[in-house]
């Protein structure tokens, strides 16, 4: 008997290997579609965009979560890198911001172009997997970055954006964000405003991912049921498991599973325990759980990694992917689920968005009302004689009034 439970550990031991070594082979071939990674943002903050600094070369970097060598040992295929902008630029440099930010995911591809191919669409990420390097995809974090214009937003199109996050922790003046939901900010669209329906159908239009993370529920909901095509949520978790407002809600889940889109699980810690330390395991159950709710089709990887600064214990660094796919084979998910949430996921939702897509149709082109705009440095060409343009009630009696009040002054 003794010699019994003296054998447990290594039996333990050499099926831990056999899961992880199931899992590498796997990942040859279907290998990880990150669905939202913020070390551009690490190279802006530590570097100012020059990638030509010794330090800042990806191939040794090693102050953050993200490098060559930890994406190459993670077999991560496809990553969605963020163009991010925070929300103090919202109303002043959010679109020059926004421009540098996907100027230096361009010049990432540019620099290692050995490692990192910059694709725009899916047949774009099969290939990249074909050759072995990662198909580099911009994601905009954050819909104050396109400053309320639909202009800015086929421009940042043309210049690969295939999603935007719909809010940051910030209301657009067309679209409120996740902290709504906890008091610390007020609702103004109850969801998406007029103009913020008419930048879904662009989205739609165009082919632009719709990403759900940091929204309120609200604007959720209002998008699943507006979108043409299946959504995106690029780092959110499991409402029920971790009751914070980032995450998405099991009525939302529902919602996901009949408009077949997809929740890409965020690893930050908050996220995943609301709790300061986090385990793989835990993260495993919310992927557990989103595959029970929503199905095993709604389920991917979007760990935040360079966006947080806490991550749990067994998925430091995006090198550990492996673990975690050990760990759902180990809870008998079949070949076909994993394959699933390491990429076919995301390609069927992709590809979704691509056949809805109709570049020959008519594009949206009403702007948002002035009255809606915020921020004082704001000029108004095109306003004033557009015949769609009608003043607040209220506006053409206080400009009248300024005047007046001017003349008397003389």
């Known amino acids: 008997m003794q010699t019994v439970w003296w054998l447990w550990p290594l039996v333990a031991l050499c099926s831990g290997d056999q899961f992880r070594g199931e899992a590498e082979k796997i990942m040859r071939a279907t290998p990880v579609i990150d669905g939202h990674n913020d070390l551009p943002w690490q190279l802006l903050t530590m570097f100012n965009n020059q990638l030509q600094e010794k330090a800042a070369d990806l191939t040794s970097l090693a102050q953050t979560h993200t490098n060559i060598p930890k994406l190459r040992a993670g077999f991560v295929g496809a990553q969605f890198w963020s163009a991010y902008t925070p929300c103090d630029t919202q109303n002043k440099d959010a679109v020059r911001r926004i421009l540098e930010q996907i100027d230096v995911i361009h010049r990432m591809c540019q620099m290692y172009p050995e490692t990192f191919v910059c694709v725009t669409n899916s047949t774009g990420i099969r290939q990249a997997f074909q050759e072995g390097r990662v198909a580099s995809l911009i994601g905009v974090e954050g819909g104050h970055s396109i400053d309320s214009s639909l202009g800015v937003l086929r421009a940042l199109y043309h210049l690969g954006m295939r999603y935007l996050t719909l809010t940051h922790s910030c209301n657009t003046p067309w679209a409120d964000n996740w902290l709504v939901d906890t008091g610390e900010d007020q609702a103004q669209s109850q969801g998406l405003s007029d103009f913020g329906q008419s ?44 009751r914070h407002r980032r995450n998405v809600p099991d009525d939302v889940l529902q919602l996901v599973n009949q408009t077949g889109s997809l929740v890409m699980v965020n690893f930050y810690n908050d996220y995943v325990s609301c709790q300061k330390q986090a385990t793989l395991s835990q993260v495993a159950d919310h992927l557990d759980y989103i595959k029970k709710v929503a199905g095993a089709g709604a389920v991917g990887f979007g760990g935040d990694y360079d966006g947080v600064s806490r991550l749990p214990s067994g998925l430091e660094d995006v090198s550990k992917y492996p673990d975690l796919v050990a760990e759902l084979l180990r809870r008998r ?35 948002i009302p002035l009255g809606e705009l915020q921020g004082s440095c704001r000029t108004t060409y095109g306003y004033s004689e557009a015949p769609s343009f009608h003043p607040p009630p209220g506006a053409l009696l206080a400009f009248l009034s300024t005047i007046l009040l001017g003349l008397c002054l003389l």
């Not at 049921?225 to 299946?230: G, M, N, Q, T």
Request: hydrophobic share 50%.
């Open 199 to 242: 930048v879904v159908r662009e989205m739609n239009r165009l082919g632009v991912l719709i990403d759900l993370a940091h929204v309120s529920v609200a604007t959720m909901k209002a998008a699943l049921r507006l979108s043409k095509a299946p959504v995106i949520f690029s780092h959110s978790s499991a409402y029920s498991l971790c």
């Open 333 to 367: 998910w079949t070949e076909a689920e994993v394959r699933g949430v390491l990429a076919d996921n995301l390609l069927r939702v992709f590809e979704a968005v691509e056949q809805v897509s109709d570049h020959a149709g008519t594009p949206e082109e009403v702007p």
